[in-house]
Structure formats: structure tokens, C-alpha cells
């Protein structure tokens, strides 16, 4: 099972994740990123990188996140989706958001 992104990346684009991914398998478009299931490698390096918590290993989503493993897997397979390899600035009023977030 690989790690997924869920619902607290929405408007965030801080990308610190993708920066430790050895297998460059973040894919993002205007509003957040996701994880491609067939090339992460488990490795776990992401899940403490984002400073709102948005990763997890997909076995271990919450119920209420559980749309986000389909979704991961669909958007990375989206005509005109982003392989994202290196961090980039973050989406105006992500820093307000994480705030929101309680982080
Ligand atoms: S650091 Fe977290 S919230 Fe930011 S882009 Fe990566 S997964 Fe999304
Ligand atoms: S678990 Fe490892 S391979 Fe999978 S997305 Fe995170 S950093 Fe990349």
C-alpha cells in the first residue's frame, strides 16, 4: 500500500514532502499534490516533511479521509497533471491556512 495525501494539503503547496521522495513520485496541480500508488515505495520519508500532517500510509487513513486513496491514484493520472520534484513557493495564504489547521 503506498502513502497518500488528504484533505489538509488543499491550497498549501508548501512541498516540503516532495523534496525527500527518492522516487519522485509526487504528481501536483493548481490546488495541492498527490501520490502516485504504483511508484511510491513506501519508504515513509514524506509523512514527518509536512508540517500540516496531509500524509499518511493508506491503511492507516481515517474513515473520513478514505475518497483521498482514489483520488491519488486518479489525478496522477490526469492529462496535464505535474510531476513535482522540488519544493516551490507556497499558494498565497497557505501560511494562514496551516494556522487554521491548528499547526
Ligand atoms: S507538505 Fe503536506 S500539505 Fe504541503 S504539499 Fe506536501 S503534502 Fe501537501
Ligand atoms: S512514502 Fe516515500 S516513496 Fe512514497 S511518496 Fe513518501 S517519500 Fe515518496
Redesign the pocket.
Known sequence: MAYV?TE???N???????EVCPVDC?Y?DET??YIHPDECIDCGA?EP???????FPAEDVAEDQEKWIDINAEKCEEDGIENITEARD?LEG?DERKTALGF
Do not use: R, Y
Open positions: 495525501v489538509n494539503c488543499k498549501c503547496m508548501f512541498t516540503d514532502c516532495v509526487f501536483g495541492m499534490i514524506c516533511a509536512c508540517p500540516v500532517e496531509a500524509i507556497p497557505a
